[in-house]
């Protein structure tokens, strides 16, 4: 505790109703005792950090001038919401975010009435805010629902759906605040065309807000986000006499107030613990190095050997690893901003023009470009390569972050081969069977954090596709992991041997195609299969068992059983307790051969 800033005036904010009565200078002190407190707390838990402090002077006035939770403050994306949770009401555990049973790193709906929607992934704001202020205005009751306000910022404004809400907000008329946190427009750095119109208007470079005020916004700004009397200016006059759909340009600086922040390459946008005087952080020694690297450092090597091999990602190039490929192929590298359909359809069209895309996009976030993967990418056959990060259960993101669901919706799609590394060597060679097939598109996937300490081939050697591996020869029982769960398959193996039951241990590699001939093998020479993923219901078990029904393989009394990520979202903790949680590691899969034998 000692250790902790001093912040008397922080201490006596229960709530936004206690900033009601404070002046323009003492918000401006609060602001300064919340940026601390908020380093402090970031300091002893990691998270989100750059962003946040660059909307504490935001938060501050936001709450001062507005009348949450009647009022809807909608934050976007939500990782800048650190010092919004701080002024409404939980304070007390904001040490506990992003660890198990404490706070979320995001907004959250049932967490507190202060966040009215839930936001982890991006863009979403201005579509929530409006449906808000309809559903107001359809009910003709502001009792519920005040104003709405939602605070789009840190490259959310990148994505087509912030358009799509601004087209219809425009069009409807009806009385919404949107503020624009211009903070570089970007996760990483500031990429796109709005950025640089943005920083135009910031330096009176462009006619102010003519994009905005003809799409139907009044426009304001750009007002220097760290000024509190300038934000409390604009904000109270505008909540006075808006009568329609409102843009507030709010220029921000990512890590503002903390040095190690400011200077670094990415202004802290995600950090580990650190020592908030020195601003080192406290990374964990690695044993191995991480699937992420595995994937640049064996994409780098492709690339080198094929100039048609190019790398495409959205918003998130240290996240994939793709910094690494552009140092060595800048002109191959292409970061499209938060726009996952685009950078589908982008990488779709540059396989149909003679390229070799490889498309990184992670899990979760290849969601959001779901009907362009169908419809532009597996409808046309064209050979995108998907290279999918953090799949699986991903620990202090939470739910909102699993890779939870990307076997069952791409292994559903005509022409489709998905594979998953359940190591780093295997994904080397994923990656040079992704840069060799052309006959349409491929994809291959690998969790978060690092590798199982493998021996690394120094070449990948394209897998044969459709085609599995036998690891173990045993009887009467068969374990058919597909994926990064192989390792716990390996303990549970040893841990039944000392039990007296010897499993064969296979490697499925692919879900589509199915290894028919290792499958129905396997099902012939023993008496129970199990299967095993780090996916959602749907996925990898599901066809297998489609394929053993079809066989009739059931028919002469094969026992099965599927392990998978149980039917629910799984809140954050570590990756280990998450999957004990889900009921995936080594015990339970020994639990489950015991059942059955």
Same mark, same amino acid.
Request: hydrophobic share 45%.
């Given at each position: ?118 936001? =982890? ?104 986000? $760290? ?14 006499? =808006? ?25 802290? !946008? ?32 492709? =690339? ?72 532009? /990418? ?38 489709? /081969? ?107 020479? $023993? ?18 068992? !489609? ?32 999957? =004990? ?6 015990? !339970? ?9």
């Amino acid at each position: 505790m000692s250790d902790r800033p001093a912040t008397p005036l922080l201490d006596t904010i229960a709530s936004p109703e206690d900033l009601k009565g404070l002046s323009a200078v003492e918000l401006d002190q609060l602001a300064h005792e919340l940026r601390a407190e908020t380093i402090s707390a970031v300091s002893e838990t990691g998270g989100h950090l750059g962003a946040g402090l660059g909307v504490v002077e935001l938060s501050v006035a936001l709450h001062a001038v507005f009348d949450a939770p009647r009022d809807k403050i909608i934050w976007d994306v939500g990782h800048q919401s650190y010092p919004h949770k701080i002024l409404t009401g939980r304070r007390d555990r904001i040490r506990s975010l992003r660890q198990a049973g404490g706070l979320s790193g995001f907004t959250k709906r049932d967490e507190s009435p202060f966040d009215p929607f839930g936001a =982890a992934h991006s863009s979403t704001s201005i579509s929530a805010a409006l449906g808000f202020a309809v559903a107001r205005d359809l009910q003709g009751d502001t009792s519920q629902i005040g104003d709405v306000v939602a605070v789009i910022g840190d490259g959310a404004m990148s994505a087509g759906m912030a358009y799509e809400a601004i087209n219809n907000a425009g069009h409807l008329g009806t009385r919404v605040f949107v503020i624009l946190n211009d903070n570089g427009m970007s996760i990483a750095q500031p990429v796109g065309a709005m950025s640089r119109y943005l920083g135009g208007l910031y330096e009176g470079e462009q006619t102010e807000g003519r994009l905005f005020e003809d799409l139907g916004f009044a426009y304001h700004g750009p007002v220097d986000g $760290h000024d509190m009397g300038a934000l409390l200016q604009v904000l109270r006059d505008q909540q006075m006499h =808006a009568t329609g759909p409102v843009l507030i340009h709010v220029a921000t600086k990512k890590g503002k107030g903390y040095a190690p922040a400011e200077s670094a390459r990415d202004k802290w !946008h995600g950090v580990s613990k650190f020592n908030v005087a020195t601003g080192e952080q406290s990374k964990a020694p690695s044993n191995a190095p991480s699937f992420t690297h595995v994937f640049a450092q064996s994409l780098i090597a492709e =690339a080198a050997r094929d100039d048609r091999i190019c790398a495409v990602t959205a918003a998130m190039p240290d996240g994939t690893g793709l910094n690494l490929f552009a140092k060595d192929f800048p002109a191959r590298t292409f970061d499209v901003g938060i726009a996952e359909q685009h950078a589908v359809t982008f990488s779709a069209a540059l396989a149909a023009g003679g390229m070799k895309p490889f498309c990184a996009i992670y899990s979760t976030f290849l969601q959001r470009g779901f009907d362009q993967v169908v419809h532009d /990418v597996a409808l046309q056959g064209l050979p995108v390569r998907f290279a999918i990060d953090r799949a699986g259960l991903v620990g202090a993101d939470g739910a909102t972050h699993a890779g939870a669901f990307d076997i069952a919706y791409l292994s559903n799609l005509p022409g489709m /081969v998905v594979m998953a590394a359940s190591d780093e060597a295997e994904l080397r060679h994923m990656v040079a069977t992704a840069a060799t097939y052309d006959e349409g598109p491929i994809a291959f996937r690998f969790p978060r954090g690092e590798g199982r300490g493998v021996e690394l081939p120094e070449q990948g050697v394209p897998l044969e596709i459709g085609k599995g591996r036998i690891l173990r020869h045993g009887a009467d029982v068969a374990l058919l992991s597909f994926g990064a769960r192989l390792e716990e398959v390996l303990k549970a193996a040893d841990m039944l041997t000392g039990q007296g039951i010897t499993p064969t241990v296979a490697d499925a590699r692919f879900a589509k195609p199915l290894d028919r001939a290792l499958i129905l093998g396997l099902a012939a020479t $023993h008496k129970s299969l199990i299967t095993i993923e780090e996916g959602a219901a749907g996925g990898f078990g599901a066809h297998v068992a !489609h394929l053993l029904a079809e066989e009739g393989v059931f028919d002469r009394g094969l026992k099965f059983r599927s392990m998978m990520l149980p039917d629910a979202f799984i809140d954050q903790a570590s990756p280990s307790a998450m999957y =004990a949680e889900a009921a995936l590691n080594a015990k !339970h899969i020994v639990s489950k051969v015991l059942e059955l034998v």
